[in-house]
């Protein structure tokens, strides 16, 4: 069974004074004519792993991207307002479903991603090496990215994002393609780089994933945030038709 908090890992703890709390404001999105998001207002605090939950086609992934920066919304918006906010493009990451690997090692895509962010080289080899054996990759770091098995890539995609030492970790669905085995590895590495303090906000369409992850639930639906309550409350009685649906399998529309 997984342990719901970890030993705190080898990789230096991270100060939680930075760019959170992060608020989004009425925020709302149209593409083609047709609203994706719509009147979504939220703060994501520090501190607990917050888990974006919904049936496919929720939002879910749009909201992270909008957080992360990627698009903007095109109604309301999305403020950093923690005393480093202004800088908080270079302290968060992202991990996608499926992660882009570049055309070099193991080590290699650590390393260009810190040398990226201008980590002085003395400095990447330390967390390149950390970074490597806390997801378990220290005996393929010569290996091509490319050729690494999909649970393997997507704990090199964690090991990319935690060598930054990210205050904020946005997670789009990162087991959505693997079997239960790699699910768990992934899950463990995630509950590791939430005790080093880094902030956790991933995506899930999965029931049972939510329930080992989360502290706290978003549950969104058809564009829109439906619920937010701590993950016991929100498992225990939801408090909205759909959400209630949902947790007992019914399928949305």
Known sequence: MLVRDTVRPNLAPLAQVGILPLRLEHVGFV?????LIEEVSVEIAVGART???????AGKSLILRLCHGLIRPTA???RWVGPEGGRARLHQAMVFQRPVMLRRSTRA?????LSVRGIPAHERRRRIEQALAETGLADLADRPARVLSIGEQQRLALARAWALHPQVLFLDEPTASLDPAATRAVEEIVLRIHASGTKIVMTTHDLGQARRIADEVLFLHRGRLVEHAPA???FGAARTPEAAAFIKGELLW
């Open 31 to 35: 593409a083609d004519g047709k609203s």
């Open 51 to 57: 888990v974006l939950l919904g049936p496919n086609g």
């Open 76 to 78: 309301g918006r999305i």
């Open 109 to 113: 895509n650590i390393d260009y991603a």
């Open 232 to 234: 016991a409350e929100f």
